[in-house]
């Protein structure tokens, strides 16, 4: 099932220019919302928005701790190293299974609706599964891979969610007076909040 899948949404032979292309932004750069969000909550947000960041933060950390333990018992190769589809993006050897990127996207939408954040959780969703298509159709992932990713996030998510409720409020109090010493300047200068 899992190959059969794949080869439904794999890109043929020829492939068009233009769906490489959405391909290609879809798959390397929708990652980068991620980042940019938490930034902007971090600095423009209010104390819900920073605890929101934190929690997401800690969510993807514990996630891609989680994938690198799975990785180390299961290797699965890559579409392509098995000789099964076509490729069409560059990607080190490494074990297909789970999707890093599925994980930090899809850790987030969890951790964004696990904190109330509805709006930001099913954004991250649809990019989450905007990167997961366009990594199967462009050759370096399987299905299965996004759905492992997926649960690594929600497992992230579940636990940052924990261990939020225990130790969140010092280290949200920690991690802001470390931000205003560090900002003091740009907060001085109102051009980000304290």
Same mark, same amino acid.
């Given at each position: 099932?899992?190959?059969?899948?794949?080869?439904?949404?794999?890109?043929?032979?020829?492939?068009?220019?233009?769906?490489?292309?959405?391909?290609?932004?879809?798959?390397?750069?929708?990652?980068?919302?991620?980042?940019?969000?938490?930034?902007?909550? +971090?600095?423009? $947000?209010?104390?819900?928005? /920073?605890? @929101? !960041?934190?929690?997401?933060?800690?969510?993807? *950390?514990? %996630?891609?701790?989680?994938?690198?333990?799975?990785?180390?018992?299961?290797?699965?190769?890559?579409?392509?190293?098995?000789?099964?589809?076509?490729?069409?993006?560059?990607?080190?050897?490494?074990?297909?299974?789970?999707?890093?990127?599925?994980?930090?996207?899809?850790?987030?939408? +969890?951790?964004? $609706?696990?904190?109330?954040? /509805?709006? @930001? !959780?099913?954004?991250?969703?649809?990019?989450? *599964?905007? %990167?997961?298509?366009?990594?199967?159709?462009?050759?370096?992932?399987?299905?299965?891979?996004?759905?492992?990713?997926?649960?690594?996030g929600l497992v992230g998510a579940a636990l940052s969610r924990g261990l939020m409720a225990f130790a969140g409020g010092w280290l949200l109090v920690a991690a802001e007076a470390l931000y205003r010493r560090l900002f003091s300047i740009p907060i001085r200068a109102g051009w980000i909040?304290?």
């Amino acid at each position: 099932m899992n190959q059969t899948l794949f080869a439904l949404l794999n890109a043929g032979a020829p492939a068009s220019a233009f769906g490489l292309d959405i391909g290609y932004v879809a798959a390397v750069f929708l990652i980068f919302s991620l980042p940019a969000k938490l930034m902007i909550d +971090w600095l423009w $947000g209010n104390a819900h928005d /920073r605890h @929101a !960041a934190m929690v997401v933060t800690v969510a993807v *950390l514990l %996630a891609l701790g989680l994938n690198m333990l799975i990785a180390t018992g299961i290797q699965v190769p890559r579409p392509h190293e098995a000789g099964i589809g076509h490729s069409y993006l560059a990607h080190a050897a490494d074990s297909s299974f789970p999707s890093d990127h599925a994980t930090v996207l899809f850790a987030a939408a +969890w951790a964004y $609706g696990f904190c109330g954040r /509805r709006a @930001a !959780a099913w954004l991250f969703a649809a990019i989450g *599964l905007t %990167a997961s298509w366009a990594r199967i159709y462009l050759g370096v992932h399987y299905p299965l891979d996004i759905l492992g990713g997926a649960l690594s996030g929600l497992v992230g998510a579940a636990l940052s969610r924990g261990l939020m409720a225990f130790a969140g409020g010092w280290l949200l109090v920690a991690a802001e007076a470390l931000y205003r010493r560090l900002f003091s300047i740009p907060i001085r200068a109102g051009w980000i909040r304290a």
